[in-house]
């Protein structure tokens, strides 16, 4: 979906709540914050006066400022992964997310090495978190749970209690899934809007039929194992019913094997039945991993007050770190990006 036809639906949100005034859950916007930073660190190998690297920090902020200028969002809020949080999927999976990036430098004209990169991001994302406490913006973290999991309820606790309009913003394709009429991926990497109908012509199934796509196919950035010598178009070629209905797991086992004499798939797809079903538990994020504490604590978030726009702190930041010129009319912008927010809370 192009920026003009979301313009459109979000003009139709507005209209249908013409006779009475916007609250704080109508349209919320949720980002994935590890992903939108490392995209921006990645991106703007911006260094202040002092030479220190701040295109991380900086380039968040001003993405931040874009989407909620281009989202018009009544609230947001800004995820991150918790301490430990791969533990729960490599309980199941060992190899999850495992060696990512370890040897892999980023800004080779910025770092001399990898733990001077490292060291940057995680300085910057720090930073992050103090700046983005001066703004009327919910940030959340919770030890041992990925931003992932986190996302997935709270999308789906204020679609189906709130009647919210959900906007996600995060390149991971997994979100996919949770795609349906109320509840919309915006990709930054493609930038484009994922709504029900984008996933059916981009992938030709059912955003219901997300899950069993990514399962069957694995995911290498994750080190999750797919179905050997499955790619997409011999995916619906052997599974077709997947663009035909919504389906689970076990229909997927049962259509292997009622043809199992047709292809050598079918057949690894039953051998690796036990992986297939690992898969879909660390996949499956209509099932998020999360305890009871856990969902309590994000239901109560969704209530909490928005905490206050300290414009003189952020100021104050802004400043010190020498961003200058990478946001311009930066007291301008603060106000007039942020001033509806806090008026949606009241």
Known sequence: MDTKDLLALLNNVVE??????????????????????????????????????????????????????????????????GVGSTVNRKNLLPEYKSNRNLTRITNWDIFENLDDEHAAKIDQIVRLIHYLQCLPV?????????????????????????????????????????????????????????????????????????????????????KVAGVKGLGEKKLLKLFPELAERTLTLDDIFEISEAKLKQNVIYARVLDAQDQLEKNYKIMNLHNPMLDDIEKEFLDALIEYPLPELDVVEFLKYYHEDGLKHLIKNIDYWIQSTFKDLISYSK
């Open 16 to 81: 249908e709540n013409e006779t009475e005034s916007l609250n704080k859950h109508d349209r919320v916007l949720l980002i994935d914050g590890l992903n939108l930073f490392f995209r921006n660190f990645a991106m703007l190998n911006f260094v202040n006066e002092d030479g220190v690297h701040v295109g991380g920090l900086g380039g968040f902020l001003r993405s931040l400022g874009t989407l909620v200028n281009r989202i018009n969002p009544t609230s947001v809020y800004v995820v991150f992964d």
């Open 138 to 222: 919910k940030t959340v973290s919770l030890d041992k749970v990925e931003a992932d999991d986190i996302i997935a309820h709270l999308a789906t606790k204020l679609a189906n209690d709130y009647g919210s309009k959900v906007f996600i913003v995060s390149s991971d394709k997994d979100f996919i899934q949770l795609v349906n009429e109320d509840i919309i991926v915006y990709r930054p990497i493609e930038k484009d809007y994922y709504t029900t109908d984008t996933v059916v012509e981009k992938f030709g199934i059912p955003a219901t039929n997300f899950i069993l796509y990514k399962v069957l196919m694995g995911d290498n950035s994750d």
